[in-house]
């Protein structure tokens, strides 16, 4: 079983920098593909960005590219999404998701979530 803790999210205003961290316990840390994905109130949980578990390949949602980059510290079991020119319509909770290679953006491909972190950024 792999635990994945999200934390750092918090109120910014549009265009200020937030880093989440999301921490997966596990001594395999490394052979995991890692996933951000967020959810609004009442709509579908969308894909933010994932990395492969070499951290070679990464992919990006069409709305975070460009401002979003999505890393990891495999010394630590850690994956952290930098957002940058953050905007209020990124406004969301942020869900961390674990999984075994290959790496994708489909949320039923990861078995394994955070508790989520709320993101709020104000106009």
């Known amino acids: 079983q792999v635990q994945v803790v999200e934390s750092w999210g918090g109120l910014v205003q549009a265009g200020d920098s937030l880093r989440l961290s999301c921490v997966a316990s596990?001594?395999?840390?490394?052979?995991?593909?890692m996933a951000w994905f967020r959810q609004a109130p009442g709509k579908e949980r969308e894909f933010v960005a994932a990395l492969a578990s070499g951290a070679a390949a990464k992919r990006y949602a069409d709305s975070v590219r460009g401002r979003f980059t999505i890393s990891r510290d495999n010394t630590k079991n850690t994956v952290y999404l930098q957002m940058n020119n953050l905007q209020p319509e990124d406004t969301d909770v942020y869900y961390c998701?674990?999984?075994?290679?290959?790496?994708?953006?489909?949320?039923?491909?990861?078995?394994?979530w955070g508790q989520g972190t709320q993101v709020t950024v104000s106009s």
């Open positions: 596990g001594r395999t840390f490394l052979t995991y593909v």
């Open positions: 998701a674990a999984d075994l290679p290959p790496y994708g953006s489909g949320e039923s491909k990861y078995d394994y």
